[in-house]
C-alpha cells in the first residue's frame, strides 16, 4: 500500500474515533473537531501525493472519495442527533452520495473512471467547512451563523454538484437497455 493510500485509510480509521467523540463531548469542544481536521487534511495530502508521485492507483480511485462520503454523512448525522443541522438536508447529502456513488460503480462496470468536478470538490470543501465551524459552535462565538450559512450554501453546491455529475455522465446510464 502506498502513502497515499495510507493517508486515505487513516481518515477511514479516524471516522469511529471522530463519532465516539462528538457524542462524548458534543459540539463547542475541540477535540471532535481536532480529528475531523486532521480527517479533512488527510484527503488534502492523499490526493497531492498521489498526483505528485504518481501514486494514483485503483484502491485510491475508490476508497479516496467513499473515505470523503463516510466522513461527511457520518459527521451530518451525528449533527442531526445533536439537534445541530436538519434532517432533510442530510438526505439531500446521502442521496447525492448514494447517486454519484451508483454512477460510478455503473461507469466501473464499463471500464470508465469518472472524475471528480469542480462543483463536487467545491461542496466537499465548503461541506468540510461548515462542519468544523458547526462542531467549534461559531453562532455562539461570533454572534451570527456564519456556520449555518455556509453549511446551507454546501446543500446548494450539493444539488449543483449532482446536477452536474448526472448532465455530464448521463450516457453511463445506458438509457437504451433499461
Known sequence: MNIANKFTTLRVILIPFFVASLLIFKTDNY???????????????????????????????????LADKMLSCSALIVLVQLGKVPAWSVVIVVLRELTISGFRIL??????????????????????????????????????????YLYYISIVLTVISLCDYIFKNVNVLDLKNI
Open 31 to 65: 477535540i471532535p473537531a481536532l480529528i475531523f481536521i486532521i480527517s479533512a487534511i488527510t484527503d488534502f495530502i492523499d490526493g497531492q501525493l498521489a498526483r505528485r508521485k504518481n501514486l494514483v492507483t485503483t484502491f485510491g480511485k475508490f476508497m479516496d472519495p
Open 107 to 148: 461507469a466501473a462496470s464499463n471500464g470508465v473512471t469518472l472524475a471528480a468536478s469542480y462543483w463536487g470538490k467545491s461542496k466537499t470543501m465548503t461541506q468540510f467547512i461548515a462542519i468544523v465551524l458547526i462542531l467549534i459552535n461559531t453562532a455562539d462565538k461570533l454572534g451570527f451563523a456564519l456556520d449555518m
